[in-house]
């Protein structure tokens, strides 16, 4: 695959694994308002993993559902952090805001694209991101500065996703290949903006910023925790099971 | 042979399949028709949203509309660029959102987010980001005195709000 194709698909994917944990949420959440945010926001996310797949396959003849739907767990270049599991709400949340709070950033600077397809799936996309990073940002506020038992909760939920956010930021020879054609962005390059902003949410928040190793990382090469398994059996059961009926 | 001016009409004339009272040409989804020289039509339109469930529905409602009117050669085409805002929706399509009791979106959508938060002005207590959708207008009663209740509501376009003065609930077509 081209360089390109690689980097889309790289996104796509954490999109796509994201939309899948969130959808996970769907008649479970804490009320019905946040059911529908949840939800909402999953589909904003899937709305962004077609897009991208769409145009990672179209470098080789895939459609966005032989993306989705029919490769094997090594054929996947998310990062980890995406695929774990939902845990409580506090953990939905802590994982939300590195996340959006990291694809705001990213799709800010990839809206600047010099490849046409991916700077409008970004502008498009970032304005969606916003919105889920104020939806996150409001709840991280509420349950950090909340009851001791949310401030508790909350301060382990941060503990339990940081060690895997160092990968979002991990820069390699694709990244810097796609970043030099000005097709594509380096995510090491705002990491510095990443924390910065996260510092100060969590600051306000009363919560304390993680000082904690990163985790070994490896999602961008196929290297994936013990979850993805698990959620690639069920996001792709029925379209592999009924391969003759099933169209998304 | 039709025009692209009269095949633009019919489409335009598409109810939205999430919002009856709305037509695509209202809502500002439509970006260009332009018919071929064989007489072949390519319709482009644009989402709301990326992930927006009603695109299928509403490329299927135009091809049904068209063949109706004895338009068969028909392509439906979906753009991202430029990104559609709700500044594209059309004062009409305003009206008759309120009439319908939904909110029309408070003010002009941002024209763009602007540089990410960097550490020269990075976050303090001042740049978290606070909803902006402040004084949203009953559809009803017309009051200002209402409250957000859902940032997301039956649709990801829409959040629900609550009329402190009429207490009756509505959705709100949120800016974006
Ligand atoms: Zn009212």
């Known amino acids: 695959m081209s360089a390109v194709a690689t980097y889309t698909l790289r996104l796509g994917d954490d999109a796509l694994v994201a939309a899948q944990r969130?959808?996970?949420?769907?008649?479970?959440?804490?009320?019905?308002?946040?059911?529908?945010?949840?939800?909402?926001?999953?589909?904003?996310?899937?709305?962004?993993?077609?897009?991208?797949?769409?145009?990672?396959?179209?470098?080789?003849?895939?459609?966005?559902?032989?993306?989705?739907?029919?490769?094997?767990?090594?054929?996947?270049?998310?990062?980890?952090?995406?695929?774990?599991?939902?845990?409580?709400?506090?953990?939905?949340?802590?994982?939300?805001?590195?996340?959006?709070?990291?694809?705001?950033?990213?799709?800010?600077?990839?809206?600047?694209?010099?490849?046409?397809?991916?700077?409008?799936?970004?502008?498009?996309?970032?304005?969606?991101?916003?919105?889920?990073?104020?939806?996150?940002?409001?709840?991280?506020?509420?349950?950090?500065?909340?009851?001791?038992?949310s401030h508790v909760r909350m301060q382990a939920a941060l503990e339990a996703c940081w060690p895997y956010t160092a990968e979002l930021f991990e820069s390699d020879a694709l990244t810097r290949e796609v970043a030099a054609a000005g097709v594509g962005v380096d995510p090491g390059t705002f990491s510095p903006q990443w924390a910065s902003f996260v510092d100060g949410i969590l600051k306000e928040a009363t919560l304390t910023v993680p000082v904690l190793p990163a985790r070994v990382t490896g999602g961008r090469r196929g290297i994936h925790t013990e979850h993805m398994g698990y959620l690639l059996a069920e996001m792709q059961y029925l379209r592999r099971s009924y391969p003759e009926d099933t169209e998304w | 042979m039709v025009t692209a001016e009269e095949v633009r009409e019919l489409v335009a004339a598409v109810p939205d399949p999430e919002i009856p009272v709305l037509t695509i040409g209202d809502l500002g989804v439509l970006r260009t028709v332009d018919v071929g020289?064989?007489?072949?039509?390519?319709?482009?339109?644009?989402?709301?949203?990326?992930?927006?469930?009603?695109?299928?529905?509403?490329?299927?409602?135009?091809?049904?509309?068209?063949?109706?009117?004895?338009?068969?050669?028909?392509?439906?085409?979906?753009?991202?660029?430029?990104?559609?805002?709700?500044?594209?929706?059309?004062?009409?399509?305003?009206?008759?959102?309120?009439?319908?009791?939904?909110?029309?979106?408070?003010?002009?959508?941002?024209?763009?987010?602007?540089?990410?938060?960097?550490?020269?002005?990075?976050?303090?207590?001042?740049?978290?980001?606070?909803?902006?959708?402040?004084?949203?207008?009953?559809?009803?009663?017309?009051?200002?005195?209402?409250?957000?209740?859902s940032r997301w509501g039956s649709t990801a376009c829409k959040a629900q709000y609550r009329c402190t003065a009429c207490l009756e609930p509505f959705d709100y077509f949120r800016v974006h």
Request: proline share 7%.
């Open chain 1, 22 to 149: 969130l959808a996970g949420w769907i008649s479970r959440a804490p009320e019905l308002e946040e059911d529908l945010a949840l939800a909402n926001i999953a589909l904003d996310l899937l709305g962004q993993a077609r897009s991208l797949l769409t145009y990672a396959g179209s470098f080789d003849g895939r459609s966005e559902d032989d993306l989705a739907y029919l490769r094997d767990e090594r054929e996947f270049c998310n990062v980890q952090f995406v695929e774990l599991p939902n845990g409580d709400f506090g953990m939905t949340i802590a994982r939300m805001l590195f996340f959006s709070a990291y694809q705001y950033l990213l799709y800010d600077r990839l809206s600047g694209s010099a490849d046409p397809t991916l700077a409008a799936v970004a502008a498009r996309a970032v304005k969606e991101v916003a919105y889920h990073r104020d939806h996150a940002v409001q709840w991280t506020l509420r349950l950090g500065d909340g009851t001791d038992e």
């Open chain 2, 37 to 149: 020289d064989s007489g072949r039509v390519e319709v482009t339109i644009t989402p709301t949203y990326t992930g927006c469930p009603a695109m299928e529905a509403i490329r299927a409602d135009i091809e049904t509309s068209l063949r109706r009117h004895g338009i068969d050669d028909v392509s439906v085409r979906t753009v991202l660029a430029p990104a559609w805002t709700t500044d594209w929706m059309s004062e009409s399509g305003r009206r008759k959102l309120a009439e319908f009791g939904i909110a029309p979106p408070a003010h002009p959508a941002r024209p763009a987010l602007g540089p990410a938060p960097g550490p020269a002005q990075g976050p303090g207590p001042g740049r978290v980001p606070v909803p902006v959708e402040l004084a949203v207008r009953c559809p009803r009663c017309g009051s200002f005195d209402t409250l957000v209740v």
